[in-house]
């Protein structure tokens, strides 16, 4: 029974990206694992494919021979290879009991209402593929209203649409700070709850001719300043209110962040993957686990979107410091006390108690994850020359 994510999203959301990072992090936790590039147009990933759509069909060729654009060629690409599933599956096969990464064009069609790529997933769940969706969306919509809401349409689109067990991530979450003073707290945007207080601002930035909240600080006020003052109306408003309301009935849509070179973002986001795919409930290695398999199942680790708004917002140049000094002198410990440095096979004896780092929530829980990774910076850096680094490019 392989466990797979289906990686989607839209153009530039990180899906490549992502790829490649959760491939080292789940080779540094000691978890089996396979990437298998489903874009014919992916050019240049920065990870090597361990099965490739492109040697079935490249999108220049079909360009060429169908004279079609890009994007009718992709969608064209995706059919030709939904009629040779047998190629994916004989792929498939070679890469055994691999827990499964498929990184799949970002056109939207794609996970909206083409139905190839939905086909192809299902089929890979009849022959046997536990599957989980992982829609992939560029933390930047957060900057607009109009962004955000459309993005949870689109997340809402292809929940219904694909029809399995699926996540939703805001990506490069690190870039919080540039987007500006947002009118509200980052977990406003995760739980997706409450979403007409959003609907004075989209109004506003429908009224202003000038997208975007700084549209808001125009006559000197502030966003938060202007909630109190007279409610901006625009032509859409009807509109808008139907469309957060549709989306607060479904009550399917929420976010969660990532960060892909932050390895405690990496954590949390794949063990709320496992819990969605069922991998938390027992993994092909069975009764084999490491300490890494047990630790990924732990309750300890969580970091919910308070925390990564202290992280990458609030106290963001504190900690960035906070973990450069700390990270420091663990490598200067280890060039001292070499006889310390971990085998690369991590074990419960090797634990080292952790200095507690302070957060919004510290309590056991955190020590328990600071511990945990803890011990998976110890083994990373105890992996071969270069160690393993969870990179962007
Ligand atoms: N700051 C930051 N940048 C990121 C992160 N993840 C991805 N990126 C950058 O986002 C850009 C797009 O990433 P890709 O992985 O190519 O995106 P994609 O979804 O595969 O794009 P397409 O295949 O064209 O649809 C790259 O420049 C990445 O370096 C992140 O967590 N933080
Ligand atoms: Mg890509």
């Known amino acids: 029974m392989p466990f797979a994510q289906l990686v989607i999203g839209p153009p530039g959301s990180g899906k490549s990206t992502y790829c490649d990072g959760m491939e080292q992090f789940m080779t540094a936790i000691e978890r089996k694992v396979s990437v298998v590039n489903l874009d014919p147009a992916n050019d240049h990933t920065s990870y090597q494919p361990d099965l490739d759509v492109r040697d079935l069909v490249t999108i220049d060729d079909i360009m060429e021979q169908e004279s079609l654009g890009p994007n009718g060629g992709i969608l064209y690409a995706l059919e030709e290879l939904e009629h040779n599933f047998d190629w994916l599956e ?26 190839s790529l939905r086909n192809i997933f299902f089929r890979l769940q ?20 109009s962004l955000y809401v459309s993005s949870l349409l689109l ?90 309301e549709l989306v607060e009935d479904f009550a399917l849509v929420g976010f969660e962040t990532l960060a892909v070179e932050d390895k405690r973002s990496m ?74 440095t971990p085998s690369a096979e991590p074990t419960p004896a090797s634990r080292q108690p952790a200095e507690p780092r302070k957060t919004a929530s510290s309590g056991e829980n955190d020590d328990d994850m600071e511990d945990d990774l803890e011990e998976m910076r110890k083994f990373i850096d105890g992996k071969a020359e270069g160690g393993v680094n969870v990179v962007k490019r």
Not at 95 to 103: A, K, N, P, S
Not at 164 to 177: A, C, E, G, S, Y
Not at 305 to 312: G, I, L, P, S
């Open 267 to 340: 954590m949390t986001l794949l063990r709320a993957i496992d819990r969605a795919g069922g991998y938390a409930f027992g993994g092909v290695e069975g009764a084999n686990d490491t300490v890494w398999q047990m630790a990924m199942r732990s309750e300890g680790v969580t970091m919910d979107a308070r925390d990564v708004q202290e992280r990458w917002l609030d106290r963001r140049d504190e900690l960035d410091e906070e973990e450069r000094r700390a990270w420091a002198e663990e490598s200067k410990e280890m060039k001292d006390n070499p006889q310390d």
């Open 90 to 115: 004989k792929g498939l096969k070679e890469l055994g009991d691999d827990y499964i990464l498929f990184d799949c064009p970002g056109q939207v069609e794609l996970f909206t209402h083409h139905s």
């Open 155 to 244: 997340a809402l689109r292809s929940m219904l649409q694909m029809d399995l067990p699926h996540l939703n991530v805001l990506t490069k979450i690190d870039n919080l700070r540039d987007y500006g003073d947002l009118p509200f707290n980052l977990d406003f945007y995760t739980e997706v709850q409450d979403l007409n207080y959003l609907l004075p601002h989209l109004n506003r930035e429908q009224t202003s001719g000038i997208p975007g909240p700084s549209s808001a600080l125009k006559e000197g006020k502030t966003d938060t300043d202007m909630e109190d003052d007279e409610e901006p109306t625009s032509k859409f408003s009807a509109l808008n209110k139907a469309i957060v």
């Open 126 to 145: 009849k022959i046997g593929y536990r599957l989980v969706v992982v829609h992939l969306t560029d933390s930047i919509i957060l900057s607009r209203p």
